[in-house]
């Protein structure tokens, strides 16, 4: 990760650094909230700088969904998001993220193609 930031020319984390709330005055530190993670440990906070990384060096490229499933926090963000709410009558609803909407449904065709061997992921029959 450090390789990157050095070849953008932008400050490499450290121990210290990593675990640091990101402040106005050095923006390019520290590790930036994101909703619903909070970090104790060592590991959580690294884990959480690459979610960061991640998130900013790969802007549109739809990677986030899939880091949030593998890290296991899809539904711990995605419940704290207020990308995740929409408007009904002009109230804010979230959405209910179920446990079993990690996996995406097989289509059907799938399944009649397999003759019965494929079955539907758990929450889609």
Known sequence: MNVVRTRAQIPVYTSLTIK???SLIVPTLGNKEIKGYTTTTDIEHFRRAILNERMVELLGEGHRWFDLVRMGLLKLVAEQSAAYAYTVDNKVVQRNIQSFNIFRPIPMREISI???NLIQNYGYN
């Open 114 to 116: 397999h003759k019965g």
């Open 20 to 22: 640091t709330t990101v």
